[in-house]
């Protein structure tokens, strides 16, 4: 049931993309020529006006075909309009992506009572270095190693991606920061419900949600995602993780069954669920979005390059330049594309 659901899923991310950049052409009345939910044969077709909707055999995946071989004279063609307008097409559907994924959000924290703040509530029992020279009671913790903390959420990640049991804190104490420089804080045994568990032994206040609380907490949320992401790229960057680390749609079903399986209950399986869902939707919409070859973004940047060249050179360029740029960017993508399934099946068949 939730592999369905996980494709189910994975499907209203991409159609959601494609529709975005479906619903900008339409608006800017750029003829696109199919729009399609799924990639292979097709399963149904309609013939609307002046485009053909179909839906295909395989959900990894859709498109939105406008008019771009045409003559730049054809004033529908997508190559025909001023550069603003092709931008806002090609951006269209990241957009949409971010759009869905605060939607969902949103519906998500709807749901909560409370969230849990940055401020320290309390101490357990036996906590090292507490005190003006340590971690006191009222503290709010502004940011660890640099990275802002905006809810105990962000508490266990930043630990973790710092890596060391010593970091540097910036907390707010009485309206002032105050920075703990190489500050030790680690898992320690603490008794907890009647029994010793490992836990840094800090005690979060808690917010009630009101309207505007849960306002607050669905942006944070949906930054945190980009933020996430931003923590992905620099670890490759960096060479903590790999190309293998890449996910593609295989695995992210397979994640989202996993997270289902996992999960209690039902409704809590959906919500977290939704909730990856969501991330994986901020995930498509920026890496789209980023100066990729083949990607929207690198699509957006060639527009840019185009412009700044036809100013210097005082002529236009051949549009077949760019398509030449962009039909071989596409086969290298396509080809990462594959390695990136396979990945997914290895991993999977070995795990």
């Known amino acids: 049931m939730y592999i369905v659901i996980a494709i189910i899923a994975f499907g ?12 900008a052409a339409k608006l800017l009345k750029v003829r696109v020529i199919e729009f399609a ?33 045409s003559a730049p004279e054809d004033e529908s063609s997508f190559t025909a309009q001023r550069r603003w307008k092709r931008v806002i097409i090609l951006a269209a559907g990241g957009i949409a992506n971010l759009l869905a994924a605060f939607i969902i959000v949103v519906i998500l924290v ?28 009222g503290d709010t913790i502004h940011s660890i190693n640099g990275e802002r903390i905006y ?26 920061k105050v920075t703990l420089t190489d500050y030790t804080l680690e898992r320690r045994e603490y008794m907890t419900d009647g029994e010793m568990r490992l836990r840094y032994g800090l005690h979060f206040s808690m917010i009630d949600a009101t309207f505007t609380e849960s306002a607050k907490y669905s942006c944070y949320m949906t930054y945190n995602f980009i933020r996430l992401i931003r923590f992905s790229i620099a670890q490759l960057v960096s060479g903590a993780a790999g190309v293998r680390d890449f996910a593609g749609p295989v695995a992210i079903v397979d994640t989202m069954n996993s997270i289902g399986r996992e999960a209690p209950t039902i409704g809590s ?13 901020v995930n498509i919409a920026l890496i789209n979005l980023l100066p990729i070859p083949a990607m929207d973004g690198g699509r957006i940047l060639f527009l840019f390059i185009t412009w700044i060249i036809e100013k210097m050179m005082k002529r236009n360029l ?6 030449y740029i962009h039909t071989t960017a596409l086969v290298l993508l396509m080809g990462f594309m594959v390695f990136v399934l396979i990945n997914d099946v290895l991993r999977i068949v070995s795990s």
């Open 269 to 281: 399986a959906i919500a977290s669920i939704a909730n990856f869902t969501a991330l994986i939707g």
């Open 12 to 23: 209203f991310l991409i159609a959601v993309h494609e529709l975005g950049h479906f619903t």
């Open 37 to 69: 939910i799924g990639m292979g044969p097709k399963l149904l077709k309609k013939q609307g006006k002046n485009t053909l909707y179909t839906l295909r055999m395989f959900p990894f995946g859709g498109f939105c075909a406008m008019d771009e071989d």
């Open 151 to 176: 809810y105990m959420d962000d508490f266990p990640l930043l630990m973790q991606l710092a890596n060391s049991s010593s970091v540097n804190i910036v907390v707010i104490r009485e309206g002032e």
């Open 110 to 137: 709807s749901q909560m009572s409370y969230f849990a703040s940055a401020t320290l509530v309390d101490l357990a029992e036996g906590f090292p270095d507490n005190g003006e020279q340590g971690l006191m009671i």
């Open 318 to 323: 051949d549009p077949k330049y760019e398509g």
